[in-house]
T-cell receptor, first 113, second 114 residues
Framework: DAMVIQNPRYQVTQFGKPVTLSCSQT?????MYWYQQKSSQAPKLLFH???????NEADTPDNFQSRRPNTSFCFLDIRSPGLGDAAMYLC????????????FGQGTRLTVV | AQKVTQAQTEISVVEKEDVTLDCVYE???????LFWYKQPPSGELVFLIR??????QNEISGRYSWNFQKSTSSFNFTITASQVVDSAVYFC???????????FGAGTILRVKS
């Protein structure tokens, strides 16, 4: 049974058109993460929530925003996607900070045309 | 600053061969956590193992084994008798105690041929 679910699996958006990716979890974990993974690269953390506390990585572009309306759901909003934002976006959860494993969803592959 | 290096970009083996994936890390923290994840073609990252910095015991799980050596800052992963289903990208990662950021290595593509 999937525990971290990302929708959609594939998303095509137009250059500059806002897009939202969604993530839900059934694990009741406190922490939710969004990672960006470009082709043949390692995943890179964009931001994370510890409960409702939002933590942005210093090098995450302003173009990327996130919302976490409740424990189960987290959204990634890309306000004006550029061609360079085409990537796999991975959502993950963990029970507590740092010292437990993160569980990842299957990812959403974003294409910008 | 934390850094994880996986020097092997790609490894190809024939089924039933043993293969070792190397991971070297850098951190100034005395307490930290090391992880290995598998990323099959379907895309999700599958957790394989977590090890904290105070536990240098090697671990074996079926065909998988891990060798953690603080003296060389290495956390290597061996697959014994590899199978085609082991073909994937394998990532080594590091996080600091109390932190949230998983710092990943560049990944090693493992191709197991029948």
């Amino acid at each position: 049974d999937a525990m971290v679910i990302q929708n959609p699996r594939y998303q095509v958006t137009q250059f500059g058109k806002p897009v939202t990716l969604s993530c839900s979890q059934t694990l009741n974990h406190n922490v939710m993460y969004w990672y960006q993974q470009k082709s043949s690269q390692a995943p890179k953390l964009l931001f994370h929530y510890y409960d409702k506390d939002f933590n942005n990585e210093a090098d995450t572009p302003d173009n990327f925003q996130s919302r976490r309306p409740n424990t189960s759901f987290c959204f990634l909003d890309i306000r004006s996607p550029g061609l360079g934002d085409a990537a796999m976006y991975l959502c993950a959860t963990s029970g507590v900070r740092g010292n437990t494993e993160a569980f990842f969803g299957q990812g959403t592959r974003l294409t910008v045309v | 600053a934390q850094k994880v290096t996986q020097a092997q970009t790609e490894i190809s083996v024939v089924e039933k061969e043993d293969v070792t994936l190397d991971c070297v890390y850098e951190t100034r923290d005395t307490t930290y956590y090391l992880f290995w994840y598998k990323q099959p073609p379907s895309g999700e990252l599958v957790f394989l193992i977590r090890r904290n910095s105070f536990d240098e015991q090697n671990e074996i799980s079926g065909r998988y084994s891990w060798n953690f050596q603080k003296s060389t800052s290495s956390f290597n992963f061996t697959i014994t008798a590899s199978q085609v289903v082991d073909s994937a990208v394998y990532f080594c990662a590091l996080s600091e105690a109390g932190g949230n950021k998983l710092v990943f290595g560049a990944g090693t593509i493992l191709r197991v041929k029948s």
